[in-house]
């Protein structure tokens, strides 16, 4: 019988720890359920006062959307009624007038057009002569040098071969730096 009451507080003891980890996973999966919802709850909150706020701007748009198209119409009308006061006054018609005014930039344009093709031109010649010149400039003093050169160049003959190597130098020093002064 003892034994009996031993193994049934055991089996008691062993199904009140399962009850009792059953119970806390229960309460731990109510505790995350518990959470979610209250997250569900702030953002569900957050999104209907989001949704206030844009329906309010949206209202205050669409105010603002009908005062714009009623002054729109307002300004619509005050402009047919000037177009209608300056017709009287000048005696044409609109139409008229913007044909007036395209004529005129026409003639305005053509004119400004004639006035630049006509400025470029002329620099292109002042452009022209001056590059005509810088040519003919250094073609005369090419053709100047080479014929001063030939018109300048003395033949002599030099007897002693002492003469002639202090002429040409030492390794040809002297005679290269007469044909580069030469060339200057």
Known sequence: MLQA???FIELKSEHEKVIFQREKKVSDIE???RDKENKLNNDLNKNRSISQSLEQKNEILQKRLVKLEHKQNELDDSHKVQVQKLEVISGIS????KNELIESLNKKAQSEAMA?????LEEAKLTVEQEAKKIIISTIQRIGTEEAIENCVSVFNLDSDDVKGRIIGREGR???AIEVCHRC
């Open 116 to 120: 630049f093709a006509q400025k470029s």
């Open 5 to 7: 009451k031993e193994r």
């Open 94 to 97: 609109a139409e008229e007038a």
């Open 174 to 176: 002297n005679i290269r």
């Open 31 to 33: 505790g995350r359920l």
